[in-house]
Antibody, heavy 122, light 110 residues
């Protein structure tokens, strides 16, 4: 069974940093593209970033480009999101989501984690 | 601001049918596969339809997807109270090099 478990969320001040992690199990992590998707309170879904299996292809939403960095450690079956220069508008539940395969662009989100809440507030 | 437009809400009585539209452009829907996601209250989204009209295992055939030009449609037949949720379309946008979601539609069973 595919399992994606996010961690690392919490309360951070504007301008601060946070690192999210996603622990994957139940599939061969190193052969799939992975993603981060977020949802602000009471709002819709927003794709944040994607990374291919070997980290060769990485994409970011314009809203986080230059502030967020996606990475992965295939030996540890883990996905990460380093978030710097955080703003109030980054407050959201952050979901880890798996692609159906590997590639240079996002196909769709076949499996989702339960999410971790990030709150940016002074 | 999302590049894919959905109606904010749709509703129907139990057993009836609803359709949800998703309007985009040539850089997204027209030239890429569309997927649909269901988000029940307080839970993570779940894949409902992929590659325009395919259902993952476990998704009942009451749910269907179609695409024509720059628009896609999700249909739900035999509406049940358990179908009350938010529904989102999504696809890759080749011009933005980004995945885009629709604005979301809340389905209410009357």
């Amino acid at each position: 069974e595919v399992q994606l478990v996010e961690s690392g969320g919490g309360l951070v001040k504007p301008g601060g940093s946070l690192r999210l992690s996603c622990a994957a199990s139940g599939f061969t992590f190193s052969t799939y593209s992975m993603n981060w998707v977020r949802q602000a309170p009471g709002k819709g879904l927003e794709w944040v970033s994607s990374i291919s299996s070997s980290s060769s292809y990485i994409h970011y939403a314009d809203s986080v480009k230059g502030r967020f960095t996606i990475s992965r450690d295939n030996a540890k079956n883990s996905l990460y999101l380093q978030m710097n220069s955080l703003r109030a508008e980054d407050t959201a539940v952050y979901y880890c989501a798996r692609d159906p395969d590997d590639g240079d662009y996002v196909g769709y989100f076949q499996h989702w984690g339960q999410g971790t809440l990030v709150t940016v507030s002074s | 601001q999302s590049v894919l437009t959905q109606p904010p809400s749709v509703s129907a009585a139990p057993g009836q049918k609803v359709t949800i539209s998703c309007s985009g452009s040539s850089s997204n829907i027209e030239n890429n596969y569309v997927s649909w996601y269901q988000q029940l209250p307080g839970t993570a989204p779940k894949l409902l339809i992929y590659d325009n009209n395919k259902r993952p295992s476990g998704i009942p055939d009451r749910f269907s997807g179609s695409k024509s030009g720059t628009s896609a449609t999700l249909g739900i037949t035999g509406l049940q109270t358990g179908d009350e949720a938010d529904y989102y379309c999504g696809t890759w946008d080749s011009s933005l090099s980004a995945y885009v979601f629709g604005t979301g539609t809340k389905v209410t069973v009357l």
